[in-house]
């Protein structure tokens, strides 16, 4: 049987790994908005994305 501090340290890990996860998650989101804005701008300003070393990403690919 678990005593209750063993438990209390158990929940603490899942809190801090969810902090993480969660950290982790709007990091990535931010770099989805970043990178399809750019994207979208350069293409509807007429600008190569070889030029910007964007040719080879895709957002809804690589960072979803």
């Not at 678990?2 to 899942?14: F, M, V």
């Not at 902090?19 to 701008?41: D, F, P, Q, R, W």
């Amino acid at each position: 049987m678990e005593s209750k501090k063993e438990k209390d340290g158990e929940e603490k890990h899942k809190d801090k790994d969810m902090e993480g996860y969660m950290y982790a998650s709007g990091k990535l989101m931010a770099y989805y908005e970043v990178v399809s804005t750019i994207i979208n701008h350069a293409e509807a300003l007429g600008i190569d994305l070889k030029d910007l070393k964007l040719d080879d990403i895709n957002p809804d690919e690589d960072l979803i």
